[in-house]
């Protein structure tokens, strides 16, 4: 506790005078509280941009964490960690709207979702690769922008909005991959909180795409709730974080890998995996 909300705040904000004030974390911290996360799951916090990240007891940096772009700070909850990494993510999806949905209006993602759920795996050959993907020719000096690829005549808006999905997805792999080699841990699961995990076809290709289970609970604002057992901890309601999240019963969606996990395998070993073999690193992220 760091004090109360006084009187003239109380008015101000419509509070009660006396509430107890609560300092213990941020947004993304709050968020793996909230998430209902189990052990050996990793959180992807998705929205304009996607957190991969996870609590864990300790932490020791090595170089290819550093390179990968792999970054580490104090959990909320004293003796605990957050190792992480950031990516982009709907500001992709953002950008795909405005410029191939103008007719939409508003941010409504349902036609979308609807046109590219009727297409296969692998977009019709149409390939969106965000900037994390390795290069081996003139540009890796200053590092590989996203790129679109296999254009053609019969491609529609739908064929490059499912392929940002996909090569979204592939970015998620890409960081797990990072994430486990510098903690030293096989990932069993991943929880998805945020805007973006109201996006079935995404979870679902996430889900193929890295080979394991997404769950994504009912209470989407994880980072609300998150804030809430942390104030609860601060005033002595529970006797700690772990105590304060077993008290919520989270009801959940699961998504498995289905029969597209082996077409996105060979996607990913072509466009990301062996792209970053030749070039002798496995990339690094960048906005």
């Known amino acids: 506790m760091v004090g109360e909300v006084t009187p003239e705040s109380g008015r101000t904000l419509d509070l009660k005078a006396g509430t107890p004030v609560v300092a213990s974390g941020h947004d993304t911290q709050f968020a793996l509280v909230g998430s209902g996360a189990k052990p050996g799951e990793v959180v992807l916090s998705s929205g304009t941009w996607e957190i991969l990240e996870m609590r864990v ?35 992709v999806l953002e950008w795909i709207r405005e410029r191939f949905y103008p007719d939409l209006g508003g941010r409504d993602y349902g036609t979308m979702i609807e046109e590219a759920s009727r297409l296969r795996a692998g977009s019709g050959g149409v390939m969106v690769l965000p900037s994390f993907v390795p290069d081996s020719g003139p540009t890796r000096k200053h590092g590989t922008r996203g790129t679109i690829l296999g254009l053609t005549l019969q491609a529609s808006r739908a064929h490059v909005y499912r392929a940002a999905l996909e090569g979204l997805s592939f970015q998620l792999r890409h960081a797990l991959r990072i994430l486990e080699e510098s903690v030293g841990f096989d990932a069993r699961g991943i929880r998805v909180v945020g805007g973006g995990s109201r996006n079935e076809l995404w979870n679902q290709i996430r889900s193929d795409v890295t080979g394991l289970p997404v769950t994504v609970t009912e209470q989407r604002e994880a980072t ?43 996607l990913f070993r072509k466009f990301v995996e062996l792209p970053g073999k030749l070039a002798g690193h496995y990339g690094s992220f960048q906005a």
């Open 224 to 266: 609300v709730l998150g804030a809430a057992l942390t104030a609860f901890v601060g005033i002595g309601r529970y006797g700690s974080i772990g105590e304060a999240a077993r008290a919520v019963k989270f009801r959940h969606k699961l998504f498995r890998p289905g029969r597209d996990r082996a077409t996105y395998e060979k």
């Open 57 to 91: 007891p300790s932490f020791k940096p090595d170089r290819a964490g550093f390179e990968g772009g792999l970054i580490t700070e104090a959990d909320a909850e004293k003796g605990l960690w957050n190792p992480q990494l950031l990516m982009m993510g709907s500001a």
